[in-house]
């Protein structure tokens, strides 16, 4: 590091220590790429808005900046969520927005066309593979088991079309389209985008442009009623996996009270709530939904983590 570079790594960690947003960002906005400077401790910008319990604005121009939440401290190795739950614990807001979860490779995908990296021409079966793609990569927990994007990508692609595409690509002599499928444009352009953008995919934000309700829904809630809920919970997400999230609060939560009526087959009532069989897994209560669980705690919890993002993204 310069003697340059290290004053103004001494200079951010200073403002960050302090609190001192405002010149902080001011700092950032003319280096960046110091985004994710450390002290001599390890406390990034990001570590220390979450030590300060900082608004959600400032946390928010952090995230977009490029902020990872996967960065721990030098000695206690804590993350900035753990700052969160160490210092703010009453602080919700910070326990959804810190969470280190990386972005899904359907979450790039969407942010790949929303950001017009990839152009599709027409609404061809090139169309159609991308939006099945997007629902067979809607997951939300396969970080946890380190596997590798790339081969994850082309086993998507066989188990969808039945093409081993990096096979088809290195033999010359193959045809490159299948189907109404451009396998050039898969192999050559659509997957090094992706691969670039999963360099990064601890460092990108959930965005206003390509943001889905179900990208609200993680991570789970606490305080489940009955054994059923977290089933419905997990069924919700992925039925709303491809709903883009609206700007009024009211049609947001018509869209999660009808998607939790229609899979559990029921209206929310006065009744305690609803036994649906295929989530009876043993136990007490199992397969029961808490009528009183989604209207007081699921469904009021995902309407703020809607404003909590919204306030994010106005700085």
């Not at 995230?63 to 739950?85: C, E, F, S, W």
């Not at 299948?178 to 670039?196: D, I």
């Not at 869209?255 to 006065?270: H, K, R, V």
């Amino acid at each position: 590091m310069t003697p340059a570079n290290d004053v103004l790594s001494k200079q951010i960690s200073e403002l960050a220590y302090k609190g001192q947003w405002e010149p902080l960002l001011n700092v950032l906005e003319r280096y960046p790429s110091f985004i994710n400077t450390a002290s001599e401790k390890g406390y990034t910008p990001l570590h220390q808005a979450a030590w300060h319990g900082a608004k959600r604005p400032v946390i928010g121009k952090l995230l977009r900046m490029g902020a990872d939440k996967t960065l721990v401290t030098y000695n206690k190795l804590q993350t900035p969520l753990d700052i969160a739950l160490e210092k703010n614990p009453a602080r919700k807001d910070l326990l959804f927005l810190l969470h280190p979860q990386p972005r899904t490779l359907s979450q790039l995908m969407r942010k790949m066309i929303e950001d017009q990296l990839i152009h599709f021409q027409t609404y061809d079966e090139n169309m159609v593979l991308y939006e099945r793609l997007l629902f067979l990569f809607n997951e939300c927990d396969v970080f946890e088991l380190g596997h590798n994007d790339r081969n994850r990508f082309l086993s998507a692609f066989s188990a969808l079309t039945g093409i081993q595409l990096d096979e088809v690509i290195a033999d010359n002599n193959q045809e490159v389209q299948r189907s109404g499928l451009e396998l050039r444009f898969w192999f050559n352009q659509f997957m090094p985008v992706l691969q670039k953008l999963a360099v990064q995919k601890n460092t990108i934000p959930l965005e206003k442009s390509w943001i889905t309700v179900a990208d609200l829904m993680f991570p789970d809630l606490d305080g489940w009623g009955y054994r059923g809920d977290p089933s419905l919970w997990r069924e919700m997400r992925q039925s709303l996996s491809r709903v883009p999230l609206p700007d009024n609060r009211i049609e947001l939560e018509k869209i999660l009270l009808n998607s939790a009526q229609s899979i559990m087959n029921a209206t929310f009532s006065t009744e305690h709530g609803v036994f649906v069989k295929r989530f009876s897994h043993g136990g007490m209560s199992s397969g029961w939904i808490s009528f009183e669980f989604w209207t007081t705690n699921a469904i009021p919890g995902i309407l703020q983590r809607a404003e909590w993002l919204r306030e994010t993204w106005r700085y």
